[in-house]
Nanobody, 125 residues
Framework: QVQLVESGGGLVQAGDSLRLSCAAS????????MGWFRQAPGKEREFVAS????????YYSDSVRGRFTISRDSAKNTVALQMNSLKPEDTAVYYC??????????????????WGRGTQVTVSS
């Protein structure tokens, strides 16, 4: 079955950068959409970014556009989230997700089929 394992979280200061990685396994991801979501304490899980595995088309939430970059490495079956100019409000658990169809412009977490366990990102002011 599909497995997603996130890594790269940590504690950083405002303005710093951090790179998250998601190792995907269990099948070919051609035709899939990969996404990153985050959940801050006391808040609902929210969409961050997504990428169409086949051609690398990307989509971002307004809150991270211009600061975060999602990418995929088809040879290694990994999806990365490069986060620059981090802000305290970016503090959250970040989750990698996969959907077995093209939903790259969809921001609803209910549309995704598989989830990782998450990695904590804490940004201090």
């Amino acid at each position: 079955q599909v497995q997603l394992v996130e890594s790269g979280g940590g504690l950083v200061q405002a303005g710093d950068s951090l790179r998250l990685s998601c190792a995907a396994s269990g099948r070919s991801f051609s035709g899939y959409t990969m996404g990153w979501f985050r959940q801050a304490p006391g808040k609902e899980r929210e969409f961050v970014a997504s990428i169409r595995w086949s051609n690398g088309f990307t989509y971002y939430s307004d809150s991270v556009r211009g600061r975060f970059t999602i990418s995929r490495d088809s040879a290694k079956n990994t999806v990365a989230l490069q986060m620059n100019s981090l802000k305290p409000e970016d503090t959250a658990v970040y989750y990698c997700a996969a959907a077995g169809r093209d939903i790259v412009r969809t921001t609803s977490d209910s549309e995704y089929d598989y989830w990782g366990r998450g990695t904590q990102v804490t940004v201090s002011s």
